[in-house]
């Protein structure tokens, strides 16, 4: 099946600094690239929507300008936590969706990034 | 969650048992999908029905769709210990975008 790398798994910052993530998507084309964010024992909470080559797409309440996605290939989208502070310390996780037809449906998953902002 | 909820959020079962776990969502959807979701991990895609649908099975997985209750099952059969996870529903939406039901952890006992 289709993989996402995420890198890296996690990651410990001191609060101010910034946090870059990386999800790539190996063997497929990726349109679309999602990135969640999830509490402990919680839900996956959508971000933002990031689709090649255009801006990313933002949820309410989410602010763009701490949380920066760029979606420069078909295959790499960036999420780019700025400033960081303790409040930040989650769990993210990216998702894309494959272009071909048949599995476009359904999304993978990359293996999370922990970051923990002391 | 953004999208629903799941009941039960926890569950305990013996082996060889079925786990049942049910997803209410809030919004019109082109399908939903179920994930499972090992601790600290990404999710896993496991089984996807489309609104015009009711039932779908794959393996040990059954799922129900009842669009007029916006609701949905996955039922497990014959439970194992490696299905202990956390599950999750996911819903499209007409704009393309995938949110997530509050889950539901299965704990299997061998």
């Known amino acids: 099946g289709a993989v996402v790398s995420q890198h890296p798994s996690w990651v410990i910052c001191k609060s101010g600094t910034s946090v870059k993530i990386e999800c790539r998507s190996l063997d497929f084309q990726a349109t679309t690239m999602f990135w969640y964010r999830q509490f402990p024992k919680q839900s996956l909470m959508l971000m933002a929507t990031s689709n090649e080559g255009s801006k990313a797409t933002y949820e309410q309440g989410v602010e763009k300008d701490k949380f920066l996605i760029n979606h420069a290939s078909l295959t790499l989208s960036t999420l780019t936590v700025t400033s960081a502070h303790p409040e930040d310390s989650s769990f993210y996780i990216c998702?894309?969706?494959?272009?071909?037809?048949?599995?476009?449906?359904?999304?993978?998953f990359g293996s999370g990034t922990q970051l923990s902002v002391l | 969650s953004q999208q629903g909820e799941e009941d039960p959020q926890a569950l305990s079962i013996q082996e060889g048992e079925n786990a049942t776990m049910n997803c209410s969502y809030k919004?019109?959807?082109?399908?939903l999908q179920w994930y499972r979701q090992n601790s600290g991990r990404g999710l896993v895609h496991l089984i996807l029905?489309?609104?015009?649908?009711r039932e779908k099975h794959s393996g040990r997985l059954r799922v129900t769709l009842d669009t007029s209750k916006k609701s949905s099952s996955l039922l497990i059969t014959a439970s194992r210990a490696a299905d202990t996870a956390s599950y999750f529903c996911?819903?499209?939406?007409?704009?393309?975008?995938?949110?997530f039901g509050s889950g539901t952890k299965l704990n299997v006992k061998p």
């Open positions: 996911a819903t499209e939406d007409n704009f393309n975008k995938f949110y």
């Open positions: 029905i489309r609104s015009n649908e």
């Open positions: 998702s894309a969706r494959d272009r071909t037809i048949a599995t476009n449906e359904k999304l993978f």
């Open positions: 919004t019109s959807i082109n399908n």
